[in-house]
Structures are given as structure tokens and as C-alpha cells.
């Protein structure tokens, strides 16, 4: 399976190179992608630096143009597409049709990845993507179970990459409007899910209290591990309950279940955290580089060691097992 | 923006001749760390100040000093503060030195960091993301730096930054079992005491349900809308 690695920086990139990435992607710095957090992301200059480094030690670098284009101001994103096909990157990764259409009409022969942000979880929307605007690839949303995912990869004629490790969303994703409700900015329209200028930490005595916009998020006492401020990993009281009703503040890492993954028939796995340090991805991507060496070499998969970088430092197989049902 | 608790590293243990040293030997060391990091590494100032000038509390836990950091293209600063209301800040940045110094190298993850309350962040959260990001977009080495400063004399600093280094690696070492034998008796106090609240908890939450069907049972079924039993879970 290869090794899709995430980067914010070139310093990031060249740590997701050095690790033993099959695969780098990375984002332009602005609204284009869903990781528009202030100080993070390539400028042109340093994208095509990055491209030429990956190159030269035969890693691909994939380009996330994964949001949705505001009315108006589609040349912004027709932009990043026309200058990253120029850079020279491996693949596209788009959520738009309307910027689907405009790669495969404008760019025949580049290569496009369908981002998570379209949630296409089943046959006939994949088959659609594939059909209509030649998609190769499908990262698949992670809500799927591996029987769900290897029954697709039975029936559709494009790749499949799932997400491996870091944060979890339970929502249909390109579709969830939390964060657009408490900030006015979203992931989907803004690259942002709970934009960092709506964040706000309190420590009060031995708590920190964790707020978006005007929402109290969570309020941790002095020994809980705090998770990301995002609406639906918030904890709330419903039915005289306190409880976290959509999600915990838990990581994904599908290191116990690889073997599993492959036999499914995926093709990629995906590692999240473009807003993660590049000690995080020098750390993360080595282990799941030594995890999927020893696999191809026909050796057991060992535990994780990577809950201490985990949201929450607790870590899940999410969806693909789906124990709760 | 709040006190924080002293960290158990070995800098608490340096901290008297710290809080002591002359305000302008320190101001000194601070003018000059400011300047080479302004020299060498002005992206961040760039990259960061993209939006505007800003000023950050740096507040390491285990030395009794704090640090004002003002964020400028052209006129970085960097001053010790004893108190944190000296001077108005954007943001307030608190944890263990080491931590902040690995951070300030990109050889730890701040998010890791943050979600184990090893770091603690109050006020501008963009302003922080931002520093944190454009820090680690850079190859930041303090060992290299702080050695090369003492010009010619530079080899002689790196072999004594390792011993510092190796010291510095033992005390910790020391002060954590030091830490743990004084503590585990306590520690296994609590964690009974943790289960026995626990299982108490769990008891009442079960008479609670055990009511509430009983009063169901009791009363004819009335409607009410789930909005009515929904609400955030603000202690405030």
C-alpha cells in the first residue's frame, strides 16, 4: 500500500521524505484547501522547491484543492489547478465538480484524485466521478467499514485510499456546516474547521475551558487530555447527562488492522495532520513506514506507539470496525 | 490570564539564581538569542506578521521569570517580565522550558503537547497557530547556535553544552524517581479513592434511571421537546 503523507511546510515535506513517504500532499496557502490555518501552507515558490526535492527521491507530491469554490471567485481556484499542474505535481486532489470538470476539460492528462471533502461512499456516486471527469482515485470518507470499503473495491474501476491515522470526522464531509454555525467559516467554503481565531482557552484554577465563537466547547479538569475545539467533539449535557455526543476527542491509527486494509483491496493510506508539526509527521510516518515494510515481508504488524501524538492521547479504528454495532 | 503550577524539571532547581541573575545580564542574553534569530531565521517574522505586529507572554513553567515577545519584521524583542500584567500582551504561552525550547526546534508537536496540558495557550489562539506553524516551517538548531556564538571559542562550547546536555539528562532522571517516591503512596490513595468514586457514581447514575422510569411508569406520558433537555455544558 503507499504512503500518503501529510505536509504543511517544506520543512514538514522534506520530514515526510526523509521518513519513507510514498506520497506527499500539501496545499497552496489560501482558501483553496481544507487546511487554511494562518502560517501554514506552500507558496508557488516553495511548492515547486518541494516537488523538485520529493522528485529527486522518488516520492510523489499530490496538491489539495479541496474546497469549494465561492461564487466569483473561481479563478482562485482554476489558478492553484492551472499553476500546480504546471509545478509538475503527481495528482490533483479535487471535491468540485465544477472544478473537476474544468482540471479534466483544461488538463487532460493530469492526474485526479476525488478529495474526502466530496464524500463518495458508494458505488454509483464513484462510478459517477470516474465516469464523468475521469477520477482515478477515491479517498474514501471515515465512516465506511472495511466490508463496506472491500465490497466498493469489488465494483468501482478507481483506486482507493482511506484515512490511517490522525483526526477522525463522523460527519459527511464537504457537507458538515458546525463549524459555519458557531464561527461563519467552514472547511468546505474557508479551508477551516474551527478557525483558530474563534478559539479561545481559558485556564481557570485547575481547568482549562475550551471555547468556539460563543460555544463552550468542553471544560477539562486538571488530568483529562484536551482534544481540538470542533463542535462535534464537544461534550454536552443532554437527558441530565454530560457526555460527548457525536465523538470523543480520539485519533484514528489503523496500525493493529493494516494487514486488513490490504487484504480489503486499498491502495493508499492516508496520514491526516497538515496543521501537525513536522515532529508529528517524522514520528508518525516512520512508524507506519516500518509497519508496512514488515507487512510486505510477511511479519505481524506491532503495537502502536504513537497514542502520545493522538487527540485526546487516546486512538481508535474508528469506523473500519464499527465494535459499537 | 492565570498562575500557573511549577514544572518538575531541572531548571526549578536553577530558578533562585535565575529570578536573581542581574536584569541586565539577562536582557543581554535576550538581545542577543533575539538577534541571531532575526538574523537567521527572518521568514518566521515574515511569514507570521503577514496579518500584524503582535506581542506574546512566554510563561516557562519551571523558572520563576517570564519573557516578552514582540512579534516585528524589523524590530523583534525579547525582555524579561516578572509579572505577567507588566506589559499587554495578545497571548500567554505556559509550560516546562524544555518543552518550549523542543517546540521553538520543531522537535516536539505542539498539538501533542497541548492535548497532554503539557502547554497551555490563553488569548490569541491565530496568533499562537501562526507563530507555531511559521516556527516549525524552519530548520532551527539552538546547540549550533548557541556554540557559535562563542566565536573561536565555539568547539569548547559544544563539548560543554553536551556535558550540560548529559547533566542535565541525569538530574531529570533523578528528580523523576525522587518525584514518583514521594508520590506513589499518594498516587495509590487516590486511585482508589478515584474507583470508589467511580463505582459510587455509577451507582447513583443507576437509582437515578431507576426513578425516572418508576416516575414514568407513574405519571401519564407527557410530551416534551429533546431542545428542552439539550444545552451546552457551560459551568460558567
Redesign the interface.
Known amino acids: 500500500m503507499e504512503l500518503v503523507c501529510p505536509a504543511?511546510?517544506?520543512?514538514?515535506l522534506h520530514a515526510a521524505v526523509d521518513a519513507g513517504a510514498d506520497v506527499v500532499y500539501c496545499g497552496f496557502r489560501d482558501a483553496t484547501n481544507a487546511r487554511n490555518?494562518?502560517?501554514?501552507n506552500f507558496s508557488r515558490d516553495e511548492l515547486r522547491d518541494a516537488v523538485r526535492y520529493a522528485h529527486k527521491h522518488d516520492v510523489h507530491v499530490y496538491l489539495a484543492c479541496n474546497t469549494y469554490p465561492q461564487a466569483g471567485i473561481e479563478y482562485i481556484w482554476q489558478a492553484a489547478i492551472d499553476d500546480a499542474v504546471a509545478i509538475g505535481v503527481d495528482a490533483v486532489i479535487l471535491a468540485d465538480i465544477g472544478l473537476l470538470r474544468y482540471a479534466r476539460d483544461r488538463h487532460p492528462d493530469a492526474r485526479l484524485h476525488l478529495s474526502v471533502q466530496a464524500s463518495a461512499s458508494n458505488e454509483e456516486a464513484i462510478k459517477f466521478y470516474h465516469r464523468e471527469f475521469a477520477v482515478r482515485r477515491v479517498v474514501l470518507p471515515r465512516v465506511l467499514s472495511l466490508e463496506e470499503i472491500r465490497y466498493l473495491n469489488h465494483r468501482i474501476p478507481v483506486e482507493t485510499e482511506v484515512f490511517a491515522f490522525g483526526g477522525m470526522c463522523v460527519m459527511a464531509e464537504g457537507r458538515c456546516s458546525l463549524s459555519s454555525y458557531a464561527t461563519g467559516e467552514s472547511p468546505n467554503m474557508n479551508g477551516v474547521c474551527s478557525?483558530?481565531?474563534h478559539?479561545?482557552?481559558?485556564?481557570?484554577?485547575d481547568m482549562?475551558?475550551s471555547r468556539l465563537g460563543d460555544?463552550?466547547i468542553?471544560?477539562?479538569d486538571?488530568n483529562?487530555?484536551?482534544?481540538y475545539p470542533t463542535l462535534c467533539k464537544?461534550?454536552?449535557?443532554?437527558?441530565?447527562?454530560?457526555g460527548y455526543l457525536f465523538e470523543e476527542?480520539t485519533s484514528l491509527d489503523v496500525t493493529a488492522i493494516l494487514p486488513e486494509l490490504a487484504e480489503a483491496g486499498v491502495t493508499a493510506l492516508k496520514i491526516e495532520g497538515r496543521?501537525?508539526?513536522?515532529?508529528?509527521i517524522s514520528?508518525v510516518v516512520s512508524a507506519f513506514r516500518a509497519s508496512l515494510d514488515r507487512i510486505s515481508q510477511g511479519q505481524l504488524t506491532t503495537r502502536s506507539s504513537l497514542s502520545?501524538?493522538?487527540?485526546?492521547?487516546s486512538d481508535t479504528t474508528g469506523a473500519y470496525r464499527r465494535s459499537w454495532q | 490570564?492565570?498562575e500557573?503550577h511549577p514544572s518538575f524539571t531541572p531548571f526549578l532547581l536553577i530558578s533562585p539564581f535565575v529570578r536573581n541573575a542581574p536584569r541586565a545580564l539577562v536582557q543581554k542574553i535576550c538581545n542577543h538569542a533575539m538577534a541571531t534569530m532575526h538574523t537567521r531565521h527572518k521568514a518566521v517574522f515574515e511569514?507570521?506578521t503577514e496579518?500584524e505586529t503582535f506581542a506574546l507572554l512566554i510563561a516557562p513553567t519551571d523558572l520563576d521569570m517570564m519573557f516578552y515577545l514582540k512579534i516585528d519584521p524589523d524590530q523583534p524583542e525579547l525582555r524579561p517580565v516578572c509579572h505577567p500584567s507588566e506589559e499587554p500582551v495578545a497571548a500567554r504561552i505556559?509550560g516546562p522550558l524544555p518543552a518550549l525550547l523542543?517546540?521553538l526546534q520543531?522537535?516536539?508537536?505542539?498539538?501533542?503537547l497541548?492535548?497532554?496540558?503539557t502547554l497551555?495557550?490563553?488569548?490569541?489562539?491565530?496568533?499562537?497557530?501562526?507563530?507555531?506553524?511559521?516556527l516549525?516551517?524552519?530548520?532551527i538548531d539552538l546547540r549550533t547556535a548557541v556554540s557559535n556564538s562563542f566565536g573561536v571559542a565555539s568547539p569548547a562550547a559544544r563539548v560543554m553544552l553536551r556535558f550540560a546536555e548529559t547533566l542535565y539528562g541525569q538530574v531529570q532522571h533523578d528528580m523523576d524517581r525522587s518525584a514518583h517516591a514521594l508520590t506513589a503512596s499518594l498516587e495509590r490513595r487516590l486511585g482508589g479513592l478515584d474507583k470508589r468514586t467511580t463505582a459510587q457514581a455509577e451507582a447513583m447514575?443507576r437509582i437515578?434511571n431507576s426513578l425516572q422510569r418508576n416516575s414514568r411508569r407513574a405519571k401519564p406520558a407527557q410530551t416534551t421537546s429533546p431542545k428542552d433537555?439539550?444545552?451546552?455544558?457551560?459551568?460558567?
Open positions: 504543511g511546510t517544506p520543512a514538514s490555518f494562518p502560517g501554514l478557525p483558530a481565531a478559539v479561545h482557552y481559558e485556564e481557570r484554577d482549562t475551558v460555544f463552550t468542553n471544560i477539562y486538571q483529562e487530555k484536551v482534544g464537544g461534550r454536552f449535557r443532554a437527558m441530565n447527562k454530560s476527542p496543521q501537525r508539526g513536522k515532529a508529528y514520528q502520545t501524538l493522538s487527540e485526546g492521547q | 490570564m492565570s500557573s511569514r507570521v496579518r505556559s523542543e517546540l520543531g522537535k516536539s508537536d505542539g498539538d501533542a497541548f492535548f497532554s496540558r497551555r495557550i490563553e488569548g490569541r489562539t491565530d496568533l499562537v497557530v501562526a507563530l507555531r506553524n511559521a516549525d516551517g524552519e530548520e447514575s437515578e433537555d439539550f444545552a451546552f455544558n457551560d459551568h460558567t
